[in-house]
């Protein structure tokens, strides 16, 4: 067999598995095109009642209904915080996500009502930043979540134990946070008050 003939015959081997790759990357380039369409369609987004945190996904239709005219009080334990001292903390901000989803889904606010009880290594995230800054080199990074939050009617509530054993004194409190007995008393309290308690 001579060059030239070798050359074709390889051309012709070769060609089948060219095509079969270029009909694949078509297939793979349709179907990337159209996870992009999806994602864009479907993007979470924040408020109405806190704007800038508490970003949420709509759900279209689900079969599990909500019902607007229930009143929906939850009550979140915040113990865990972040390592990284300049993050915010995602736990805080699931408070930010329940009024926002519910506000979403066409609960009025009135009907939405949220407290935290903060302990434990989130005390941290309850100090002012002025505070902070003594402490950790920079600014709170929950501050401004913590005073949207109460400013849409939230309730912060701190562990006075937590307050003590680790330091971290009321004068130090971003405005509007309460100080507690400690935060087994206010959880007890506000379950008694109809709060639903959320843990995660």
């Given at each position: 067999m001579n060059n030239a003939?070798r050359v074709?015959?390889n051309?012709?081997?070769?060609r089948?598995?060219?095509?079969?790759?270029?009909?694949?990357?078509?297939?793979?380039?349709i179907?990337l095109l159209?996870?992009?369409?999806?994602?864009?369609?479907?993007?979470?987004?924040?408020?109405?009642?806190?704007?800038?945190?508490g970003?949420?996904?709509?759900i279209?239709?689900?079969d599990f209904?909500i019902d607007?005219?229930k009143k929906?009080k939850a009550?979140?334990?915040?113990?865990?915080?972040?390592?990284?001292?300049?993050a915010?903390?995602?736990t805080?901000?699931?408070?930010?996500?329940?009024l926002?989803m519910?506000?979403q889904?066409?609960?009025?606010?009135?009907n939405?009502?949220?407290?935290?009880?903060?302990?434990?290594k989130?005390s941290?995230d309850?100090i002012?930043s002025?505070?902070y800054?003594i402490?950790?080199?920079?600014?709170?990074?929950?501050?401004a979540l913590?005073?949207?939050l109460?400013?849409a009617?939230g309730q912060?509530?701190?562990c006075?134990?937590s307050s003590?054993s680790r330091?971290?004194?009321k004068e130090d409190l971003i405005?509007?946070?309460?100080l507690?007995?400690s935060a087994?008393?206010?959880?007890?309290?506000?379950q008694?008050?109809g709060y639903?308690l959320i843990?995660?």
């Amino acid at each position: 067999m001579n060059n030239a003939t070798r050359v074709l015959t390889n051309l012709n081997i070769f060609r089948p598995r060219t095509v079969r790759m270029k009909k694949n990357f078509k297939i793979v380039f349709i179907v990337l095109l159209f996870l992009q369409i999806t994602l864009t369609a479907q993007t979470k987004e924040a408020g109405p009642i806190i704007k800038d945190y508490g970003k949420v996904w709509a759900i279209e239709n689900p079969d599990f209904k909500i019902d607007p005219s229930k009143k929906y009080k939850a009550v979140f334990d915040i113990m865990a915080s972040p390592e990284n001292q300049e993050a915010v903390n995602a736990t805080i901000e699931t408070a930010a996500r329940f009024l926002n989803m519910h506000a979403q889904s066409g609960v009025p606010k009135e009907n939405l009502k949220v407290a935290l009880v903060v302990h434990n290594k989130a005390s941290k995230d309850v100090i002012t930043s002025e505070a902070y800054q003594i402490k950790y080199g920079s600014d709170n990074p929950n501050q401004a979540l913590i005073k949207a939050l109460i400013a849409a009617g939230g309730q912060i509530i701190f562990c006075g134990q937590s307050s003590l054993s680790r330091d971290f004194p009321k004068e130090d409190l971003i405005d509007g946070v309460q100080l507690s007995l400690s935060a087994m008393t206010a959880l007890i309290q506000l379950q008694d008050e109809g709060y639903r308690l959320i843990k995660f």
